[in-house]
């Protein structure tokens, strides 16, 4: 009997090794849905398309060249409905893409007043974009790290002209939302616009600059060139300096009219720098070049 139990129990572990390797055959792949949970990749995230125009085609009496001013655009209803369902992390940013040309951008929402399908942008962001009017563009929603750095490269020696260009900077930048390394943005002063390459920003290539402690430097405008120094200047450089008896080889500024070696190896009674010399009598002298 003993005997007839264990073939009995042979021939079931058989079968079903038989009918595991059927399954396997047939479906390959297995997973563990408690231990390694699959994840939702459009999970909290918006991403659509819509034609774009620039805003000067913004139909309505109210002028809008405040969205000219700033780095927001405006988007229609529907998209405040599909966001407001989704767990987006405020401030609104959003990536907007040129999938023709492979351009991108960064951007905040001014308003969500457009007409279905459509969504105005600054001129600005166009040209960056490389879109013309009624061109697609992806909009989908994204988290930037705050910005803690940027520099600027002013696109024309004219921005020398403002008297205090990095407050006008950061006072222009209050209508911006992000800013993407690349992107030449455009700001308003005076009834005058100047043009500004985004050369670096920190901690990443994008950022946003809402409620943010940002240090501001900037890059010499394109086009700048030194002013050359005349002949004169020159001439009248090479006196004083003649005159004040610093000798440029002289590697700790010397006031000697020798050189560091011929100076500060020996001791000459001619050194401009003598100091009294203890370890001998009291009228020697020793150079101080050392």
Same mark, same amino acid.
């Given at each position: 009997?003993?005997?007839?139990?264990?073939?009995?129990?042979?021939?079931t572990?058989?079968?079903?090794?038989?009918?595991?390797?059927?399954?396997?055959?047939?479906f390959?792949?297995?997973?563990?849905?408690?231990d390694?949970?699959?994840?939702?990749v459009?999970?909290n995230?918006?991403?659509?398309?819509?034609?774009?125009?620039?805003?000067?085609?913004?139909?309505?009496?109210?002028d809008?060249?405040?969205?000219e001013?700033?780095?927001?655009?405006?988007?229609?209803?529907?998209?405040?409905?599909?966001l407001s369902r989704l767990?987006?992390?405020y401030?609104?940013?959003?990536k907007?893409?040129?999938?023709?040309?492979?351009?991108?951008?960064?951007?905040g929402v001014l308003e969500?007043v457009?007409d279905?399908?459509?969504?105005?942008?600054?001129?600005?962001?166009?040209?960056?974009?490389?879109?013309?009017?009624?061109g697609?563009v992806?909009?989908?929603s994204?988290?930037?790290?705050?910005?803690?750095?940027?520099?600027?490269?002013?696109?024309?020696?004219?921005?020398?002209?403002?008297?205090?260009?990095?407050?006008?900077?950061? !006072?222009?930048?209050?209508?911006?939302a992000?800013?993407?390394?690349?992107?030449?943005?455009?700001?308003?002063?005076?009834?005058?616009?100047?043009e500004?390459?985004?050369?670096?920003?920190?901690?990443?290539?994008?950022?946003?600059?809402?409620?943010?402690?940002?240090?501001?430097?900037?890059?010499a405008?394109l086009?700048?060139?030194?002013?050359?120094?005349?002949?004169?200047?020159?001439?009248?450089?090479?006196?004083?300096?003649?005159?004040?008896?610093?000798?440029?080889d002289c590697?700790?500024?010397?006031?000697?009219?020798?050189?560091?070696s011929?100076?500060?190896?020996?001791?000459r009674?001619?050194?401009?720098?003598?100091?009294?010399?203890?370890?001998?009598?009291? !009228?020697?002298?020793?150079c101080?070049?050392?």
């Amino acid at each position: 009997m003993g005997e007839k139990n264990k073939q009995k129990k042979r021939q079931t572990k058989g079968k079903r090794r038989e009918e595991a390797n059927s399954f396997n055959k047939y479906f390959p792949f297995s997973f563990n849905m408690f231990d390694h949970p699959i994840p939702r990749v459009f999970q909290n995230r918006f991403s659509t398309q819509y034609r774009c125009f620039s805003v000067s085609m913004l139909a309505g009496p109210n002028d809008r060249s405040d969205v000219e001013k700033g780095g927001k655009i405006i988007m229609p209803p529907s998209a405040l409905d599909q966001l407001s369902r989704l767990n987006i992390t405020y401030p609104m940013l959003f990536k907007l893409t040129n999938k023709n040309s492979d351009r991108m951008t960064h951007c905040g929402v001014l308003e969500f007043v457009a007409d279905e399908g459509i969504c105005y942008l600054p001129h600005w962001m166009m040209q960056n974009l490389l879109l013309e009017e009624g061109g697609l563009v992806q909009v989908e929603s994204v988290n930037l790290q705050v910005a803690t750095y940027s520099k600027f490269q002013p696109q024309s020696p004219d921005f020398l002209d403002i008297t205090n260009p990095k407050a006008v900077l950061e !006072n222009a930048l209050r209508n911006f939302a992000c800013l993407t390394t690349g992107d030449v943005i455009a700001i308003n002063y005076n009834e005058k616009i100047y043009e500004l390459r985004v050369m670096e920003t920190k901690p990443d290539k994008a950022v946003s600059i809402i409620e943010c402690d940002m240090n501001v430097d900037f890059d010499a405008p394109l086009g700048y060139k030194e002013p050359e120094r005349s002949a004169q200047h020159e001439d009248t450089a090479d006196v004083e300096a003649d005159h004040s008896g610093y000798v440029s080889d002289c590697r700790i500024s010397c006031k000697c009219s020798m050189l560091y070696s011929e100076c500060c190896e020996t001791m000459r009674e001619g050194c401009s720098k003598q100091l009294p010399n203890t370890s001998t009598s009291k !009228n020697s002298y020793r150079c101080g070049c050392y």
